[in-house]
């Protein structure tokens, strides 16, 4: 008997009659023979069946009523072979590929599709056959213990199988040939006392991805990881409550140490201590001021699990700040406005390393600045306490939220300080402003330091300043007032009107030039005085006759005042009398001749002549007695003139003095005068002019 081509070794044939009753049954060999014997001689009927399910009948029918009865005669056996067809599905042999036999171990044909997966193991030959496959497509792989997994056609890498195709029969020829697998064992125990560990054990490849995992028993702390291909591993140990570790002691993938595994062999003394990490029982505790420059501490906290190293870090926000690993740290500007906390690490050997973060976090002051700003029409200076503005020269101060800035305004020379804006600081004392959460601006205001400047004017001009409000400043104006900066340099200029003269300043500072400049360095009062321009007029006589000259306006009266001052542009008209026995010859100087009035306008200082001679007489001579007439009704030109007072020395200078012939000059309670010189006489009198003196 065959199914699909192969030994149908698992079946049965049994004999029955035509009427249907059951003679025996025998079952087939190795190679599918059967044989029956002792059979009387006849027809009968051959059922195949397996696992007590009917198969089929003799002469392949599917019932019993079509089946082929089978003869048996005295002659010889009678022959009747079976050619079975089982339901679709797979089948093939499976080979250790070292040995080119049936594996040792127990292994298994798999298959998968959309619709689920089954596995079925093979025969103890290496045969197998998966049955009652519905037509389709299906992933085949074989597994076993100690063999390397496989898929058909001989990959190990599933996307890189041969998919296969079933349609209504047994498809036969799904072959494999099996790499041994290794085998990878060791021991797990607690670390410090060695006492058998229960935990689990697994192989990485070199990938990193986990290819298998094995577990120890708590009684032995033996663990195994069959299976592996042939390669090399890293071993990872772990257990809940244990630090998890590598093969070696190490902590990470990284650093762990290979392990090779070699097919159908053991790799055997990968072992592990493992330990109870640290565990922390207190928080680090932080300490310090929360603020930029200071230093903070993070304390140890406390642990159990006795670490035998202790490793710090500072966090800004979630992030570590790289390089800071002591128990101290100095506030940076970096972390202004940021969370500051500290950590510990703390280690047990090949226990791991287990991170506490403090109990607490300082939150820092927020970077703040503060500006300085000065107005105002004065200037000076504002300080800061603690030091960093000086403004003029630096107007801000970077500081932090909270700090606090004592601000002091200190004006320049001539200014004053008037106030704060931007803070609440009234006043013009100190500023203290406290920094919150945003920047601040202050201002400082500086006005100048003002005085008024008072000009009156006497006489007939006017005074402007060559700044300010002051102009064309008059007597009829009253008093005249501005307001100046002090220190400010005022220059006052005088305009005198027509004929008129500056007789001087009171108040100026300084006079140049004739003009009055002020330094305002407080309450100025400037008094500016015009006067009169005086022109002299002086009257001489001349000839040898006598007479007297009058002046209108009234002041000449030559004879006794021959000599006046007079304001300049008056119009003066000299009328000249002759004395008795003289005659008036007329007049030189001044613009005048003739013997008529003489009129004068004095623009200028001006000298006029009046000529007088004597009458002619019969004899052609003067006597005596007309001498003596002249004498007593013209005083000789001679005599001393008098003059208008002086006008103030900055106006016109008086001439000097002259005296004629016959005078000399004296002084009397400081004035200068002209007096007759006197003589002596013999005998002791005096004696008696001869003549006229001029």
Known sequence: ???????????????????????????????????????????YVLEVERFGQTLLFSGGAKTFADATQVTVDPE??????????????ISGTVLDASTGEAPTTPVSACVASDRGSICWQINWDGTYQIPELEPGTYLVWFEGLNYVEQYYD????????????????????????????????????????????????????????????????????????PSLPPDQYKVKFRKSGYTAQYYNGKATLAEADPVTVTGGATTSGIDAAMAVPPKNTAKPQLSGEAKVGTVLGCSQGTWSGSPTLYEYFWLRGSERILGEEGSTYTVAPADAGKTLRCGVTAEVHLGGRV?????????????????VSTAGSGTGTVTSSPAGIDCGQSCTLDAYQGDQV???????????????????????????????????????????ITHPLTVTVTGA?????????????????????????????VTLTATPEAHQQLAGWTGCTTETDGACEVTVEGAEDVTATFVPIVRQLSIAKSGEGSGAVTGSPA???????????????????????????????GWSGGGCSGTGTCLVTLDQDASVVAGFAPKPSDDGGGSDAGDDQQSASNPPSSSPLTTSPSPPKHVTKKKPLRCKKGFHKVKRKGKARCVKTKTKAKGGKKAKPKGKQG
């Not at 004392?429 to 601040?440: D, E, K, M």
Request: charged fraction near 15%; hydrophobic fraction near 35%.
């Open 1 to 43: 008997m065959t199914e699909d081509g192969l030994p149908l070794e698992s079946a049965w044939v049994c004999v029955y009659t035509p009427a249907e009753v059951a003679i025996g049954c025998t079952g087939a060999d190795e190679n599918g023979r059967y044989s029956y014997e002792g059979l009387p001689v006849g027809s």
């Open 76 to 89: 010889g056996a009678a022959i009747e072979d079976f050619e079975l067809h089982g339901p679709p599905g």
């Open 154 to 225: 001989g990959v190990s890498d599933e996307k890189d199988a041969t998919l296969v195709t079933i349609g209504d029969s047994m498809l036969t020829e799904i072959d494999a040939e099996l790499q041994p697998a290794g085998t990878l064992t060791g021991h797990m125990t607690v670390a410090g006392t060695g006492a058998n560990l229960s935990a689990e054990a697994c192989a990485f490849d070199q990938s990193g991805a986990e290819v298998a995992c094995g577990n120890s028993g708590s009684s032995t702390g033996i663990y195994k990881i």
């Open 355 to 371: 991170s506490a973060e403090s109990q607490g976090s300082l939150k820092i002051p927020a970077a703040r600045q503060l500006s």
């Open 406 to 448: 004592t601000l002091t305004a200190t004006p320049a020379t001539h200014s004053e300080f008037t106030g704060w804006s931007g803070a609440n600081c009234p006043g013009t004392g100190t500023c203290l402003v406290t920094l919150g959460s945003t920047n601040a601006s202050i201002t400082a205001t500086f006005a100048m």
């Open 461 to 489: 001009g006017s005074v402007s300043g060559d700044s300010g409000a002051i102009a064309a400043c008059a007597e009829a104006s009253g008093t005249c007032t501005d307001t100046y900066d002090e220190g400010a340099e």
């Open 555 to 585: 002041g000449i009266e030559c004879g006794a005042t021959c000599a006046v001052g007079f304001e300049e542009g008056t119009a003066v008209t000299l009328t000249a009398v002759a004395a008795s026995g003289s005659e008036f010859t």
